[in-house]
């Protein structure tokens, strides 16, 4: 479709394996993981490809230059040897991001008003017009990205974050983030093979992601979208043509996918966050109590939430996660129990002892995704000993 090149996916710490995987199952060349990124290789198409469809990944960064820099000139100097108007005309907008690990540069926005100034300048001295900044819709995003001496200039081909899906139009006081959610899920090794719940459902964010990995629906479907659509190379056509292919690779979803939330106001924003994304003959929301509720479903039931944490929702900790480990002890046989905390206190009071525990960050929050398995009968009966 067209000449390769080389492209960066950021994601959340923790999740570089699966985004990793993700770029694979795609047929991503050349995949090499680092610290909260996966660099690739791809063509235009892939590009399109990998904004759609890469649940873990928040941007997708094209770099298109690198040269090393000390100090704030070297920096300008850098930035206006670059032919800008190959990406730019003076009539259009920009923004720049910046991020810096250095020595020598200590302030991102210091850096991404230098690298501006570099840019308007060169339109400014070539044509007597500069190109005007945009932070909310600019028709270009520029990344910039400093490692101590080494300066790495990138077009976002995302724009907003890709975590904005564009389903999610109502959330509540502490609304899980969907890339994480999706990690999340991904983690737990959730696949759609059989029943799901989330007992504390919120606005109904792990509800629309697991139902979008169940049915293999691309997660950015739902996206006003991407920056690459202001871009010179624009391709429409190829663009349509990538995302019907993979709305032809989609499957069947035969079991089901519940959620409760106690709150009838959370119950409302679950609802109409899953008519937006299109998703409501898959999944059923009510409003429940989790502590007064018993597992329903025949078979393997595979559940993961995300409860309170104290941080901004008021509960009890001790008595909280105690009720929590006796629903699923009591009430939830044959289950794989989920759920992520940065209550990391509370966890020594929900009574059972996790298979597994994974550090994750939920924001700026350490926090942890812990495994409970709710056997039918003794772990001797089922097997597992």
Known sequence: MGQNFKMVAKTLFGFEDLLANE????????IVKGMRMVSFEGDNGFMYKANLACRTAIKILKPIYL????????LYQGIRKMDWSQYLS?????ALDATVFSDYFNHSKYVALKVKDAIVDQ???NTGVRPSVDTDSPDLRINIHIHQDEVTVSLDSSGNSLHQRGYRLSTNIAPINEVLAAGLLLLSGWDGQSHFLDPMCGSGTILVEAAMIACNIPCNLNRAE?????WSDWDKDLFLLIRDSLLKKTREFNYTIQGYDIESSAIRKAQENIENANLEEYIHVSQKDFFETEKKVEGPLHIVFNPPYDERISIETEDFYEDIGNVLKQHYAGTKAWFITANLEGLKYVGLKPSVKIKVMNGNLEARLVKYEMYAGSKKQSGKI
């Open 90 to 94: 003076v009539d259009q907008t920009l």
């Open 67 to 74: 040269f090393t820099a000390i100090n704030e000139e070297e």
């Open 123 to 125: 339109f400014r001295d």
């Open 226 to 230: 991407f920056a690459f659509e202001r």
């Open 23 to 30: 770029l694979k199952q795609l047929g991503a060349l050349n």
